[in-house]
């Protein structure tokens, strides 16, 4: 009995010692964010106009401008929690061929851009996307449509619910930071998560906003069931297109699903706007 009592002991403070660990570094394991390019533009045989978005607090958000002739909607692009808008130069590529402009830039701390991550930075971060398409690149709201990629589709979902943007679309995107710290660790107690970036709130505020939901059945970090959340808490008009292929390599795998999942949507926002004199 009293050797059973030592090992309980043992694994109590070995189960404290996690919690707190995770407690104290859930930025350092929520932001996991690059400052080197690993590839170039020119690489990848592509031009891009560097811009600069100044936030609310004054950070100098960067980013690349790929403009479309004769497009008159632009696509915000918002990657997910690690690397940097280096290595989402492909999507950007497939965006341009289905004949839209887009801008995809870097959190703060990401890439070029100043200052360190948190929750309400990355929301101040797209807020001042938006507006500098509004401001600087003479875009009306109504002719953005934000694209969020699993983190980026709490920052994607947030800016949507207070911009009247274009369509909103969500690539593995998760239900809400507390919901995968249960799916991950599910021995840690919730309410110690501080993070919320919660999608399904965002989302579930929308009410004519036209919405794409892009998730996997094979994803291995974001499961399958956050995409199926969210599709479910999204009003008219949505749609949810199941992919095949992991949470990092999706988009090859999946490519031609994806690709014409965007020009379908892009062509029900152009019949929707038609129809309303846009």
Same mark, same amino acid.
């Given at each position: 009995?009293?050797?059973?009592?030592?090992?309980?002991?043992? @694994?109590?403070?070995?189960?404290?010692?996690?919690?707190?660990?995770?407690?104290?570094?859930?930025?350092?394991? @929520?932001?996991?964010?690059?400052?080197?390019?690993?590839?170039?533009?020119?690489?990848?045989?592509?031009?891009?106009?560097?811009?600069?978005?100044?936030?609310?607090?004054?950070? /100098?958000?960067?980013?690349?401008?790929?403009?479309?002739?004769?497009?008159?909607?632009?696509?915000?692009?918002?990657?997910?929690?690690?690397?940097?808008?280096?290595?989402?130069?492909?999507?950007?590529?497939?965006?341009?061929?289905?004949?839209?402009?887009?801008?995809?830039?870097?959190?703060?701390?990401?890439?070029?851009?100043?200052?360190?991550?948190?929750?309400?930075?990355?929301?101040?971060?797209?807020?001042?996307?938006?507006?500098? @398409?509004?401001?600087?690149?003479?875009?009306?709201?109504? /002719?953005?449509?934000?694209?969020?990629?699993?983190?980026?589709?709490?920052?994607?979902?947030?800016?949507?619910?207070?911009?009247?943007?274009?369509?909103?679309?969500?690539?593995?995107?998760?239900?809400?930071?507390?919901?995968?710290?249960s799916d991950i660790y599910p021995i840690v107690?919730?309410?110690?998560?501080?993070?919320?970036?919660?999608?399904?709130?965002?989302?579930?505020?929308?009410?004519?906003?036209?919405?794409?939901?892009?998730?996997?059945?094979?994803?291995?970090?974001?499961?399958?069931?956050?995409?199926?959340?969210?599709?479910?808490?999204?009003?008219?008009?949505?749609?949810?297109?199941? @992919?095949?292929?992991?949470?990092?390599?999706?988009?090859?795998?999946?490519?031609?699903?994806?690709?014409?999942?965007?020009?379908?949507?892009?062509?029900?926002?152009?019949?929707?706007?038609?129809?309303?004199?846009?």
């Open positions: 009995m009293n050797m059973l009592f030592k090992i309980l002991i043992a @694994l109590a403070g070995m189960y404290l010692f996690l919690i707190v660990i995770l407690f104290l570094f859930q930025g350092q394991m @929520l932001f996991l964010p690059e400052r080197d390019f690993f590839r170039t533009l020119q690489s990848m045989g592509l031009e891009a106009e560097d811009v600069w978005a100044e936030t609310k607090d004054g950070k /100098q958000i960067h980013g690349w401008y790929f403009n479309k002739e004769n497009s008159d909607k632009v696509v915000v692009l918002s990657h997910g929690n690690a690397g940097n808008i280096s290595g989402r130069i492909e999507i950007a590529e497939m965006l341009l061929d289905l004949g839209v402009s887009v801008l995809m830039y870097d959190y703060r701390g990401y890439g070029k851009s100043e200052g360190r991550p948190s929750e309400k930075g990355l929301q101040k971060d797209i807020e001042s996307v938006i507006e500098y @398409l509004t401001e600087s690149k003479g875009y009306r709201e109504n /002719q953005i449509i934000l694209y969020g990629r699993s983190l980026g589709g709490a920052v994607s979902a947030f800016g949507a619910s207070k911009y009247d943007v274009a369509g909103l679309v969500l690539d593995s995107a998760f239900k809400d930071v507390k919901t995968m710290a107690p919730t309410f110690l998560v501080r993070y919320h970036f919660s999608t399904i709130n965002y989302l579930s505020s929308l009410e004519s906003t036209p919405v794409l939901i892009l998730h996997s059945r094979d994803d291995e970090i974001v499961g399958f069931h956050h995409g199926e959340e969210l599709y479910d808490a999204a009003q008219e008009p949505k749609t949810f297109v199941p @992919l095949r292929g992991g949470h990092n390599d999706l988009f090859f795998t999946s490519n031609n699903t994806i690709k014409r999942s965007w020009q379908e949507f892009l062509e029900q926002l152009d019949n929707d706007g038609n129809s309303e004199g846009f």
